[in-house]
């Protein structure tokens, strides 16, 4: 035991500086944005629950506000809780080698559990805490905000005291449990990940419980509701909606992964260049982590389908409905802006950690011949497959959501020029978040073992 923790710092050896300040950089960002559209959800909440006096313009429409903040909380503390997650398997990936290493010098399941998961939790743990201040800070600006309704407070857009450690607890509690999932491959065959010996096998039912839930959304929106509706249940039909909406775009990080690795398995066999060929095969031997680095722009291009409609709402004609289409515009831009920094943030920091992540592979192609320029092009086909399933995915998703629920296809112009608008920031997103880490390639090819 005194060996295994005399031996810990030296195998658990930091990775560099960037390797470092990755995880709690997405740590961070998942903190602010929980901890912002928790706020913003409360205020308005609030706001309904207040005595409306002098407000009755304003007290007309903010239950139906609040409920659009539940719809956006829905849609946008999901992905940020997966962000977290997906942040501390990617502190513990980088360090598999080593924790294998540990067990097969006779350290025990336990032994290094413990030294990874207090690794990953000190890490989540000074993130969580800059997330705080980063929230605390960017508070006061969101009150300029014109939601068309009285302005908010600093303090109606923060949160309770009390529930500031309790979040950070949270996000702690799920890391450390997302680290010890990631440990059982560690636990279990320490040989089979020192030597990197893993098959990847993703099951089918993911595609159908997708399909399912779709069918379902499709058919209560067809019959369901309408039954609802005429027996007084019009409310619990809403309910029932949002809840529906909320699964299908949470099940596309379920089916995503799935849809990555039969489309990697292919075009690994029907490659017509190398470049593509071996782009493929990356993606192919872990698909989670090539949809994980695209998983954030496919929700923001959701959320960029569902804004779109708003613009279709028309003119208002009383001050009600002028108040109503200008928070709703307000808010489903801020809605896009929030999703765009969490892919941003999603992006960068899972393509520069998969560069980090395969730098030994990098550097044994280089001496194996291949010259810099096609490892580049090698890792752009590995992230460009992912991307162009992901906009099919997000296109197609929020399309059948806009249609099922309008009860037809729309057919104004502006509304397809401003998705398309949303497609290309999502591939200038990529483009950046690629060139961001683009210098590393050369630096771990090139390096001396």
Wanted: hydrophobic share 60%.
């Amino acid at each position: 035991m005194n060996a295994l923790l005399t031996s810990a710092p030296l195998l658990l050896r930091r990775r560099g500086a960037l390797a470092d300040v990755l995880p709690i950089i997405a740590f961070a960002a998942a903190t602010a944005i929980i901890a912002t559209v928790l706020g913003g959800a409360a205020a308005f909440f609030g706001r309904s629950a207040a005595d409306p006096v002098a407000m009755t313009g304003e007290s007309s429409i903010m239950p139906f506000l609040s409920f659009c903040a539940f719809i956006a909380s829905a849609l946008l503390v999901p992905s940020a809780v997966g962000l977290g997650g997906s942040a501390a398997r990617l502190s513990l990936a980088r360090r598999e080698q080593d924790l294998a290493t540990m067990r097969l010098v006779g350290g025990t399941s336990g032994q290094v559990g413990s030294v990874a998961v207090l690794d990953v939790v000190a890490q989540s743990l000074l993130g969580a805490v800059i997330g705080i201040g980063a929230h605390v800070a960017v508070t006061p600006a969101l009150t300029r905000l014109d939601f068309g309704i009285a302005p908010f407070s600093v303090a109606d857009l923060l949160m309770p005291l009390w529930a500031y450690p309790v979040l950070v607890l949270a996000l702690v509690v799920l890391a450390a449990g997302s680290a010890g999932v990631s440990l059982m491959g560690v636990v279990l065959s320490p040989l089979g990940v020192a030597r990197d010996s893993r098959v990847v096998r993703l099951s089918v039912m993911r595609l159908v419980i997708w399909g399912v839930l779709i069918i379902g959304f499709v058919l209560f929106m067809n019959v369901g509701a309408a039954l609802m509706g005429q027996s007084g249940g019009g409310a619990m039909a809403i309910v029932i909606v949002v809840l529906f909406v909320a699964a299908i775009v949470a099940g596309i990080n379920v089916v995503g992964p799935f849809i990555v690795w039969v489309s990697a398995l292919v075009l690994a066999k029907t490659a017509p260049f190398p470049s593509l060929m071996v782009g493929a095969r990356r993606l192919a031997g872990d698909p989670r982590a090539g949809w994980r680095a695209v998983s954030g722009i496919t929700f923001a291009l959701v959320v960029a389908g569902f804004l779109t409609v708003s613009a279709t709402l028309g003119e208002a004609s009383n001050p009600e409905e002028a108040m109503l289409f200008t928070a709703m515009n307000t808010g489903g831009l801020l809605t896009l802006g929030i999703a765009a920094v969490l892919a941003a943030v999603s992006t960068g920091v899972t393509q520069t950690a998969r560069v980090i992540d395969q730098a030994p592979r990098l550097r044994a192609q280089h001496i194996a011949g291949a010259e810099v320029a096609q490892l580049h092009r090698a890792r752009l086909a590995e992230i460009a497959v992912p991307v162009l399933l992901s906009s099919i995915i997000a296109t197609g998703t929020a399309l059948l959501v806009i249609t099922t629920v309008l009860g037809g296809t729309p057919n104004n112009p502006m509304m397809a020029l401003q998705y398309l608008g949303s497609v290309v920031g999502a591939y200038v997103l990529v483009i950046a978040a690629v060139m961001v880490a683009s210098p590393l390639v050369k630096r771990y090819a090139t390096r001396a073992a």
